[in-house]
């Protein structure tokens, strides 16, 4: 249950609206049960008026109090009944409020945490945290939170009632509540113990789906559909033995609450009746005491049920907060905002990957002037995209230090490092949205002119080789790509990255492995764009290919992670080292196709 005090700072924002909903769920309370003393003496009034008829007695006197009996019973039920529509209003609005708000928290809290984070959970878990847990958290802020107050409400009045009328009886029929009161305290463990079961199977399942229909293409290629479809089933049965041994404590609820409470209405007909026949009470308190026990009925039914939500909450809320709780290990510093000129020092970096393990750099060094370029070749694995993820900060060093117009760049602010940064990662990824809307995507500026904005994309079509493409396609820049680009190749995927960077024209722009999806006349007309795009800017463009990276002023050879080679294009031809090796290899590869 401490889980769910992080919801606290919600419910003060809404109190107003909670305060007026508690309030109002006390007054249908209130009328709901102080109207029920008036249904006993209608009862009495209507036995006063047989009883009078049946010795030829006027029974004005009597008509007119069951009259005035009924019709002030219907009247504060009526108004009892207002006053829970208020109730639903207020209460269950605000859930929704809350709802709304945590749902944008934990969404905006996702894109503070760092890739690394992103590497230890799938996306399956975090789908079903934003959605199937915060919901089962709604449940608790509404519905849970509403039937509790009503509940306390209806059996404080009650029982005053109760007590006030006959203390004998009313100690008779509240004599099985012990007995449900410890019910509810075991059965309610078991319900938090086995709904967190059943929310980490459900993440699973989540997981399990989003990764088949994500690589369903894959997947039909190696015709892997039956066994993927087997071990689907295998979790969704656990998934459902769960959820049943869950549904089997919550059908303890009910049968346990209605054997009580029948318990107290056989009590009701024995003792009182037994008084009615001695003469010592009148039909009317058997009739009253029948009501007042059918509105403790719906409360101590209803415990069960709200035990089970706040329960389940609870498991969510805490699942919710592990995320929540979880802190960014890459964080802003600094808030100032500042203009990137572009040099860029790499001073004794050593990198390993905190989950891996893995150590991807080695003691690299090397400088690059603004407006300079490098490019950097490699092997597979040998620390390329690492060095422009670090320039990037989505990782921090593990030794040496980056510097960045000479300052480092862990003392420069996140969004002001990265919005002048200009980024087509080597794993391209494309919105589920309009080609034109994809290109633009790094447009973040407000304002900006639609027509002028349009145009900006074309130009950046044309420098990226993609342009005659798009206008192939019947809808042309209108064209929906699909999840994640499903719809287009890899070489039209990686060239609209290229026009998306290029569109954004920053003062560092960085190219990994952006080119290894097109054939090479492609590769030329695109490096001939990028050229132009270089000048005034820094430019890092990690290859494979040594075509792509000639024209750049320095290059920088890497190997497991360590730099073997530095230097021009010619200077290091001239070496014949590695560098050399490979461009002999390549340029053997052309001249054989």
């Not at 499903?486 to 026009?499: F, H, M, N, P």
Request: hydrophobic share 40%; aromatic share 10%.
């Amino acid at each position: 249950m401490k889980s769910l005090l992080y919801l606290n700072k919600y419910l003060f924002k809404y109190r107003i609206r909670l305060v007026a909903g508690l309030l109002f769920v006390i007054l249908y309370a209130w009328f709901s049960v102080y109207s029920i003393p008036y249904a006993g003496e209608g009862v009495d009034s209507a036995s006063s008026i047989i009883a009078k008829l049946n010795h030829n007695q006027p029974v004005d006197v009597g008509l007119r109090n069951l009259r005035n009996n009924v019709l002030i019973f219907l009247g504060m039920n009526l108004i009892a009944g207002v006053f829970l529509f208020l109730t639903r209003q207020t209460i269950i609005v605000t859930s929704r409020l809350i709802e709304f708000d945590l749902k944008n928290e934990v969404f905006e809290h996702y894109q503070k945490l760092d890739t690394a984070f992103y590497r230890r959970n799938n996306t399956g878990d975090l789908m079903n945290r934003i959605s199937e847990d915060v919901s089962r958290v709604r449940m608790y802020l509404g519905p849970a939170i509403m039937y509790t107050t009503n509940t306390i409400s209806l059996v404080t009045f009650t029982l005053i009632v109760m007590f006030q009328t006959n203390i004998k009886l009313t100690l008779w029929v509240l004599s099985p509540m012990p007995l449900l009161y410890i019910s509810i305290y075991y059965i309610s463990s078991l319900i938090n113990e086995k709904s967190t079961n059943v929310q980490r199977q459900l993440s699973i399942l989540f997981s399990k789906a989003q990764e088949t229909f994500s690589g369903i293409r894959v997947i039909k290629s190696y015709r892997l559909e039956k066994m993927l479809s087997d071990e689907f089933d295998k979790e969704s049965e656990v998934y459902k033995e769960r959820n049943m041994n869950l549904a089997k404590v919550d059908s303890l609820f009910q049968p346990a609450m209605m054997v009580l409470v029948g318990l107290s209405t056989v009590i009701i007909l024995y003792v009182g009746g037994r008084d009615v026949i001695k003469g010592t009470l009148v039909l009317g308190y058997i009739v009253t005491y029948m009501l007042y026990v059918s509105k403790l009925t719906m409360p101590i039914a209803s415990l069960g049920w709200i035990t089970s939500l706040t329960q389940r909450a609870a498991a969510s809320q805490t699942r919710i907060n592990e995320f929540l709780n979880t802190k960014p290990t890459i964080a802003s510093t600094s808030k100032e905002e500042v203009v990137i000129s572009g040099d860029i020092e790499f001073d004794h970096v050593t990198f390993v990957y905190p989950d891996s393990g893995i150590r991807a750099l080695d003691d690299v060094s090397f400088t690059i002037n603004r407006e300079k370029s490098l490019g950097i070749v490699g092997k597979t694995g040998s620390g390329k995209s690492t060095i422009t993820q670090l320039i990037c900060r989505m990782y921090d060093t593990t030794e040496g230090s980056i510097k960045i117009d000479g300052k480092d760049v862990k003392n420069l602010p996140l969004s002001s490092l990265r919005r002048q940064i200009g980024y087509v990662p080597q794993e391209v990824f494309l919105f589920s949205d309009t080609i034109a809307n994809n290109v633009s995507f790094s447009v973040t500026e407000k304002g900006v002119d639609r027509d002028r904005l349009r145009e900006r994309v074309v130009k950046a079509s044309k420098d990226a080789a993609i342009y005659d493409n798009i206008m192939e396609f019947k809808e042309g820049f209108e064209t929906m790509v699909g999840e994640r680009g499903i719809t287009l190749s890899g070489g039209q995927k990686q060239r609209i990255s290229i026009a998306r960077a290029m569109l954004k024209a920053p003062n560092i722009i960085m190219f990994d492995e952006c080119l290894s999806a097109v054939d090479t006349n492609t590769e030329q007309e695109i490096l001939l764009n990028i050229h132009r795009l270089m000048l005034g800017r820094t430019t890092i463009i990690v290859s494979h290919r040594i075509s792509s990276v000639k024209m750049c002023d320095n290059i920088l050879v890497l190997d497991k992670g360590r730099v073997t080679e530095y230097g021009t294009h010619e200077q290091l031809i001239a070496q014949k080292g590695h560098y050399y090796e490979m461009h002999e290899m390549q340029l053997t590869e052309e001249i054989t196709n």
